[in-house]
């Protein structure tokens, strides 16, 4: 799939089948996209300059992970979004213990991440608190230059996921709004669409998204729109509200590979 090639009715076609496909199993995972939003993010606006490339597409916030998040919240919204809801990660990742089947790259990952989370620059700053200050979106200038050095952190405290899936997951849930997680299915078709799913969406992915941006001259809140999950209210069920803040850029880019 050419990202180039499509118009935004097919992307929204494509998004739509994505979510439907999703409430058909049993995880049923955009229903718990909305508590992730609110409980764990903060809507704010944007550092960067008039010039780039989000300001010219009329956008002025950001969704960025909130500066002082406890892990095992992180760890509760991890679950449910990425893993099944699986009670047994929790108890798992807060132990030590070998683990296997499924569970053998998600736990030492998460563990790893735990480990570090609190004093993560081994100045007293955590994770969460770094990440907080790089207030960009996946369309802005640099976005991911800016964050390179805390990706390659992360993965190298989770290099026991041989996979790369669950890394993946971890670093989109701490750069909501700029990278683009991948599992066992959309790695292989960002690969076959000519992507490389461990550029987290940066590279030819995102060259091609801005293209089609301005092919169809859309605004930052009609791409956002995409996703027709946060107007579903089966999905996304209505209270409590976010008041109209839309969802994030990498939750609308990583629906066109998942099925």
């Not at 090639?5 to 439907?20: F, G, V, Y």
């Not at 229903?31 to 764990?40: D, G, I, M, V």
């Not at 000519?194 to 940066?202: A, H, V």
């Amino acid at each position: 799939m050419k990202i180039q090639s499509l118009t935004p009715t097919n992307l929204r076609t494509i998004i739509s089948k994505s979510n439907t496909t999703a409430m058909g199993k049993k995880h049923r995972y955009p229903q718990f996209e909305k508590a992730y939003f609110l409980k764990c993010l903060d809507y704010v606006e944007v550092n960067c300059n008039q010039k780039c490339f989000c300001k010219i597409m009329h956008n002025n916030h950001t969704w960025v992970i909130k500066a002082d998040l406890d892990f095992n919240i992180f760890l509760e919204h991890f679950i449910n979004l990425w893993a099944r809801g699986s009670k047994s990660i929790i108890s798992k990742a807060n132990n030590q213990g070998n683990v296997s089947g499924r569970l053998k790259n998600a736990v030492p990952a998460l563990r790893a991440l735990k480990n570090r989370w609190n004093n993560w620059d081994k100045k007293g700053r955590s994770l969460p608190c770094l990440a907080n200050t790089y207030r960009k979106t996946y369309l802005c200038d640099n976005s991911f230059e800016e964050i390179e050095y805390l990706i390659n952190e992360i993965v190298d405290e989770c290099k026991d996921d041989t996979t790369g899936i669950y890394t993946s997951k971890i670093i989109s849930q701490i750069f909501p709004d700029i990278a683009i997680p991948f599992d066992t299915a959309s790695k292989s078709e960002m690969r076959r669409s000519g992507y490389n799913p461990s550029l987290y969406g940066n590279g030819p992915l995102k060259n091609d998204i801005i293209e089609l941006i301005k092919k169809h001259k859309l605004s930052f809140h009609q791409f956002r729109e995409l996703d027709d999950a946060p107007s579903n209210q089966t999905m996304w069920i209505p209270t409590p509200s976010l008041s109209g803040k839309p969802t994030s850029c990498s939750r609308v880019i990583d629906k066109l590979f998942y099925s």
